[in-house]
């Protein structure tokens, strides 16, 4: 998975790719999401993920503070 995450895909390539790993473990399977920076921001990526997952925890979701300015 490391090498894979190192390999930088052609702009005019798709952008995003995802891998599901079954029993990655005796009770457990793996979802990984792999999207370039320009399709969202990490927070956008973490509320992406937790909206995919089961339950979330009010602690897991990122606290966002909007910067205003009016100059």
């Known amino acids: 998975m490391a090498q894979e995450q190192s390999i930088r895909e052609p702009l005019n390539f798709v952008q995003w790719k995802c891998y599901y790993i079954e029993d990655f473990n005796e009770q457990e399977s793996v979802f990984v999401f792999k999207c370039h920076h320009s399709l969202a921001d990490g927070v956008a990526l973490v509320m992406l993920m937790c ?18 300015s009016w100059i």
């Open 51 to 68: 909206n995919l997952a089961d339950s979330v925890k009010m602690e897991d979701v990122p606290k966002v503070i909007p910067k205003m």
